[in-house]
Nanobody
Framework: QVQLVESGGGSVQSGGSLRLSCAASGYTQSMYSMAWFRQAPGKEREGVAGIRYDAWTSYAESVKGRFSIYQDNAKNTVYLQMNSLKPEDTAMYYC????????????????????WGQGTQVTVSS
């Protein structure tokens, strides 16, 4: 059974940084597409950043230049480095993964992913 476990959330002030981690386990092959999504209260889930096994990435416009997604294949872990955080980044952040190799246009589409973590809360105060 595939498990995705997120960590690294917390509370920071505006302008601060956090690094989220998502460790994947319980499978016998690599996850070829992984991504971070977020959902704020009263808002729809949105894709934040995605990465493929070949390191191609995709970012939401709202986080470009501030967030960076990267992976450690040896540890089966994907990270989201979040810098220059803003109050509007406050949300529950979820990790998603899939065995399929997604085209770049799919990386931030939550409907494409089969596996999800439980989420980690990020709160940014002004």
């Amino acid at each position: 059974q595939v498990q995705l476990v997120e960590s690294g959330g917390g509370s920071v002030q505006s302008g601060g940084s956090l690094r989220l981690s998502c460790a994947a386990s319980g499978y016998t092959q690599s996850m070829y597409s992984m991504a971070w999504f977020r959902q704020a209260p009263g808002k729809e889930r949105e894709g934040v950043a995605g990465i493929r096994y070949d390191a191609w990435t995709s970012y939401a416009e709202s986080v470009k230049g501030r967030f960076s997604i990267y992976q450690d294949n040896a540890k089966n872990t994907v990270y989201l480095q979040m810098n220059s955080l803003k109050p509007e980044d406050t949300a529950m952040y979820y990790c998603a993964a899939d065995y399929d190799i997604f085209p770049l246009s799919w990386l931030l589409d939550g409907r494409k992913y089969h596996y999800w973590g439980q989420g980690t809360q990020v709160t940014v105060s002004s």
